[in-house]
């Protein structure tokens, strides 16, 4: 008897409900995937980058170290998953950080917001010929003035 109600549940499901719904309601596939995005990270030596992505990924801030070439990291999130490139800060490979812009779909821009003046001054030299790339131009930026916590701070308006 049971069998028969089986049987006549599934056939009123098969020729009612489009195939769409069928499927749904009884076949459990893999969730559709997750859009990803490629993002460069840049900004001078120490002013963060590394550790920004470290929490990002819930990793221990312990023995971090500078970044001194690149780096790659898959930053996932509930509704998508960011590729994030982090570009090391030192004098000698910022000249190549443009070899690394192609494919990116948004910048974060990581300064060193307690940094001297003339670490401030190079920040903003790198940030506006970032801005003017023409592989970044259009993309949208985050900048994150990192450090807050130190007491040399300054300001999102001094900044």
């Known amino acids: 008897k049971s069998n028969f109600f089986l049987l006549v549940f599934f056939c009123f ?3 009612s409900l489009p195939w769409q719904c069928f499927r749904a309601l009884c076949c459990k596939g893999p969730p559709p995937p997750r859009p990803e995005y ?10 963060g980058k590394t550790s920004l992505l470290s929490q990002l990924c819930s990793e ?3 023995n971090i170290v500078s970044t001194t070439g690149f780096s790659i990291k ?7 998953i960011l590729n994030i490139k982090e570009l090391g800060g030192a004098d000698n490979i910022r ?3 443009s070899r690394y812009y192609q494919g990116s779909q948004g910048v974060i821009f990581v ?6 003046e003339d670490d401030l001054e190079t920040a903003r030299n790198e940030l506006h010929s970032a801005l003017q790339h023409p592989q970044l ?9 990192n450090h807050q916590d130190k007491p040399a701070a300054r300001s999102v308006q001094e900044v």
């Open 60 to 62: 221990s801030p312990e």
């Open 111 to 116: 300064l060193d917001s307690a940094s001297s």
């Open 95 to 97: 000249k190549y950080w």
């Open 38 to 47: 490629d993002l460069v990270c840049i900004g001078l030596t120490g002013s």
């Open 74 to 80: 898959a930053v996932p999130f509930q509704n998508a």
């Open 13 to 15: 499901v098969c020729f």
């Open 137 to 145: 131009c259009t993309l949208p930026f985050l900048i994150l003035a």
